[in-house]
T-cell receptor, first 110, second 112 residues
């Protein structure tokens, strides 16, 4: 059974810091991996999607990497801002279904 | 486009009551999904649909039923609500040929 784990569960950093969020999965037979952002009381917004054949994707200050063989993905956020405060979820796709991690709750303080 | 909308936004039920959550999308997407999110856990798939008139079970289907009579709507029903069904419910949709799912804002359900 595929399990997705995110570490740390919560993170608090000062503004301007570069940070890394981690996601691991137990079964490397995935179709793709996605990173989402969730603001309190809101739905999920897709940030980056990495196909299983890709190693990384970039969007602005965000960079996500994928290492299928080790079952790991990282989300790198450069020069963090208070507006980045949210919960970040990773999810792997297998058989047309998303399997989510529990998320990392990020707080960026001025 | 409104995207994915969910009705209602909040609801409080008593144990044993029934209700239906409505998900609507105006993007002509084939696939639709219902998830629940509990504190400290990721989203878990309840049921999903690969097209109008089709439904399939996800990871946690017990206690829920669904219907997809129209392509744009996906209904989630609770026949006899239980406190264990207190959760935030999210609906999502995606088009054929694309991997990205588009999520609604969620429905917060409390069962007393």
């Amino acid at each position: 059974k595929q399990e997705v784990t995110q570490i740390p569960a919560a993170l608090s950093v000062p503004e301007g810091e570069n940070l890394v969020l981690n996601c691991s999965f137990t079964d490397s037979a995935i179709y793709n991996l996605q990173w989402f952002r969730q603001d309190p009381g809101k739905g999920l917004t897709s940030l980056l999607l990495i196909q299983s054949s890709q190693r990384e994707q970039t969007s602005g200050r965000l960079n996500a990497s994928l290492d299928k063989s080790s079952g790991r993905s990282t989300l790198y956020i450069a020069a963090s801002q208070p507006g980045d405060s949210a919960t970040y979820l990773c999810a792997v796709t297998r058989y047309n279904k998303l399997i989510f991690g529990a998320g990392t709750r990020l707080a960026v303080h001025p | 486009n409104a995207g994915v909308t969910q009705t209602p936004k909040f609801r409080v039920l008593k144990t044993g009551q029934s209700m239906t959550l409505l998900c609507a999308q105006d993007m002509n997407h084939e696939y639709m999904y219902w998830y629940r999110q509990d504190p400290g856990m990721g989203l878990r798939l309840i049921h999903y649909s690969v097209g109008e008139g089709t439904t399939a079970k996800g990871e946690v289907p017990d206690g829920y039923n669904v219907s997809r009579l129209k392509k744009q709507n996906f209904l989630l029903g609770l026949e006899s609500a239980a406190p264990s069904q207190t959760s935030v419910y999210f609906c999502a949709s995606r088009p054929t040929g694309r991997d990205e799912q588009f999520f609604g804002p969620g429905t917060r359900l409390t069962v007393l």
